[in-house]
């Protein structure tokens, strides 16, 4: 199996799955796509922050920005990852950055690699021009449970829906985010820490670590798991918490714990 990633970190998902997907040998990976994430439409790309922003409040957007961290350096101290540009000079897997991930430079790549499946490891919309390159089109690893925490950050949602439960899904790539059919997916435990903060970084680290090996298990397994692969029925979707909705989810991560203790 012949494969090209794209990602838009070099320090996320694909930094993480690379080294575990070379040492198992289940495929070949032709390059590592990176995506810079430049704005090419300002008017549309502010229109749809400040529309959010009326959505979940000043007060939603600020704590979603301090949360950021709980998703990246927090996480971060749990994985210990490296640049995913040095991991491709390491092992001698061509690397390249493109605008973004649906510019003509990551088509012109596509068509170049030659792919038999795509992988999309933390990127946002991905256009059919694009995923439809790869023999067998592309997957997306989403760390939550579809199809009931669709564009979900992870973690947190459940734990205001009062679930003790988290996941990943590995799904086909369609013509929206989040709404293919599920190849395979998993489902585990949160693991309650003593801060809300660690709890969320910890078991997010735990999802990377468990999604490598589900797309390892899914690479294996390929056609078998492709053609099996189930349409996604009745979703829910989810944005970043409107302050209210982050009191719920601490008040409920709260009491959760203490049960779990």
Known sequence: MRIVILTSSLYGTAAHHLPLLLESKVCSVAMVIRSQQVITNKRKYYLRKI???????LLGALNGIRMRKWYHEDTDKYLKLQSLEVLCKQNGIPFFTVPTVN???????????????GISLGNGYITEQVFTIPTYGMLNIHHEVLPAYQNAQSIIWQIYNESVKTGYSIHKIDNKIDTGEIVYQEEVDISFRKTFSDTVAFNYARLFD??????????????????????????????????????TMYNNYKKIKKVNQ
């Open 51 to 57: 529309h959010k922003l009326f959505r979940i409040g």
């Open 103 to 117: 510019s003509k430079e990551t088509i012109a790549l596509f068509n170049q690699a030659n792919a038999d499946l």
């Open 210 to 247: 468990l999604s490598a090996q589900g797309l390892i298990v899914v690479l294996r397994n390929f056609r078998e798991l492709y053609s099996t692969a189930k349409t996604q029925g009745v979703a829910a979707r989810y944005t970043t918490p409107s302050f209210r909705q982050y009191i």
